[in-house]
């Protein structure tokens, strides 16, 4: 049983500009894709393509913000890969919607036989709730592997193997805890990873899907500082680190 301590973000698609030709932007100041693609969009609106203000793309991206023009951010999207989540944690990942595409690892069709769990990071640290939780979690797993075994047997009147074999693993997690690990794909524009990193980081979100927040969000400043930059990690009461945004859309 392998019993994982914190997750894994990993970028895997960010936005690639096209300029068009007719209607080149009198760029300044260094960016990225994603960010030129939201200052020509921006732009557009007014047609401001010679740029009379003389702003560099964070100045420009700067003062959207402030004004709170949230639409401009919906053209930019980054694709997550998350992984050393626990379920309850996508649980409530996914109760983010608007501007949010996700798949995740199906229990229907995976074994789960030799899965990871994600210890909260409440627990670690902690010898003795450690020792608890990690026999809670082998005896759930156990469990899981008995009731796949047994209706397997149920079930071996069905022709296809690969749905007897779903026919036995839906059944069987349900006895699988929230530690179980999952990954997990997710697309979000720009506006929506905002309002979600908002929500998400503040002291009153739950420990793993804060600190899942926080590797999100260095993760996308590191790739677009102009678009997440006003962000700010402190830490929070009991140690750990949480957020707050600059510019709250409201
Ligand atoms: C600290 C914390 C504690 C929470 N506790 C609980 C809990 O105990 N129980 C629980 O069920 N949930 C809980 N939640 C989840 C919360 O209720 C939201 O489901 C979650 O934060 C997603 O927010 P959202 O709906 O604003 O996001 P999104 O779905 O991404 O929506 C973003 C915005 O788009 C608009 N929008 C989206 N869909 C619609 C729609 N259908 N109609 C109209 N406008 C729409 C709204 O303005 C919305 O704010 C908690 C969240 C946090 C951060």
């Known amino acids: 049983m392998n019993i994982l301590r914190e997750p894994r973000v990993t970028l895997v698609a960010r936005p690639q500009f096209v300029e068009p030709a007719h209607l080149a932007i009198a760029w300044k100041g260094p960016s990225t894709d994603g960010e030129r693609l939201a200052e020509f969009a921006g732009r557009l609106c007014y047609m401001s393509q010679r740029n009379p203000a003389g702003r560099s793309t964070a100045e420009y991206l700067e003062n959207i913000l402030k004004q709170g023009h949230g639409s401009v951010f919906e053209h930019s999207t980054y694709v997550l890969l998350l ?19 996700y798949s995740q690892l199906s229990q229907r069709y995976v ?40 209706l397997m047997q149920k079930y071996r009147w069905v022709e296809s193997g690969v749905h007897r074999r779903k026919m036995a693993r839906e059944a069987a997690r349900s006895v699988l805890p929230n530690g179980t690990e999952t990954k997990i794909v997710v697309s979000a524009n720009v506006r929506a990873w905002r309002t979600m990193l908002e929500l998400r980081l503040g002291e009153g979100a739950e420990l793993e899907i804060r600190r ?39």
């Open 212 to 250: 899942l927040a926080v590797m999100i969000l260095r993760t996308l400043t590191t790739e677009a500082p102009a678009l997440f930059g006003d962000f700010e990690i402190y830490p929070a009461a009991d140690g750990t680190e949480c957020g707050r945004v600059g510019y709250h859309k409201v």
């Open 83 to 101: 992984e050393g989540i626990s379920r309850s944690c996508t649980h409530e990942l996914v109760r983010h919607r608007a501007g949010f595409g």
């Open 111 to 150: 074994d789960e036989s030799e899965a990871n769990f994600v210890m909260p990071p409440a627990i670690q640290g902690d010898p003795v709730m450690e020792e608890q939780w990690q026999q809670a979690m082998a005896s759930a797993q156990a469990s899981y592997v008995g009731a796949v075994e047994r």
